[in-house]
Antibody
């Protein structure tokens, strides 16, 4: 069965960086885009960007460009999201989420059929 | 950026009743709209994509409709496990994916 297992909670100081991992299993890692979505405490969902695990190509939401880097290691089916120059308003649960892909039609849909369990990142001095 | 507005913010419904949730886009997103359910402490779960297609394993009591700028998620007969927060998401304006602010469905 498809599983996305994320790394554990992090506490960081303002100005630091954080790197969250997302290990995929149960499917072909390179066949599906991996997205990152965050959720501040008590708030809604915010899309951050995606990585194509096959090519390593990325696309970031404008808000995060220059601060976020998404990478992957295909040998261990793991995607990573690194956010730098952290601020207090970056405190949130960060999710990895698999982008939809229809094997029969070859259609890639930019919505998310499987999600990781989330990683709480707390930014505090 | 396309702004997604959900209403109401909170919906109080009795078990067994019908719930109707709305999602409005600031400009047309065609049928490129998804709905998710999120329970406390859990990740969101995909319910509907393409505005009206149920995701794998989603019960038939969940249905989606609409196109353009107006969308509706209907839960025909609320079960206890359906009390949660629901989000819509547009994926028409690629690559700027955006979510609505959510509707909390609570027990009346």
């Amino acid at each position: 069965q498809v599983q996305l297992v994320q790394s554990g909670a992090e506490v960081k100081k303002p100005g630091a960086s954080v790197k969250v991992s997302c290990k995929a299993s149960g499917y072909t890692f390179t066949g599906y885009y991996m997205h990152w979505v965050r959720q501040a405490p008590g708030q809604g969902l915010e899309w951050m960007g995606w990585i194509n695990p096959n090519s390593g190509g990325t696309n970031y939401a404008q808000k995060f460009q220059g601060r976020v880097t998404m990478t992957r290691d295909t040998s261990i089916s793991t995607a990573y999201m690194e956010l730098s120059r952290l601020r207090s308003d970056d405190t949130a649960v960060y999710y990895c989420a698999r982008g939809y892909y229809d094997i029969l039609t070859g259609y890639y849909g930019n919505y998310f059929d499987y999600w990781g369990q989330g990683t709480l990142v707390t930014v505090s001095s | 950026e396309i702004v997604m507005t959900q209403s109401p913010a909170t919906l109080s419904v009795s078990p067994g009743e019908r719930a109707t949730l709305s999602c409005r886009a600031s400009q047309s997103v065609s049928s490129n709209l998804a709905w998710y359910q999120q329970k406390p402490g859990q990740a969101p779960r995909l319910l509907i994509y393409g505005a009206s297609t149920r995701a794998t394993g989603i019960p038939a009591r969940f249905s989606g409709s609409g196109s353009g700028t107006e969308f509706t998620l209907t839960i025909s007969s609320l079960q206890s496990e359906d009390f949660a927060v629901y989000y819509c998401q547009q994926y028409n304006n690629w690559p700027a994916l955006t979510f609505g602010g959510g509707t909390k469905v609570e027990i009346k």
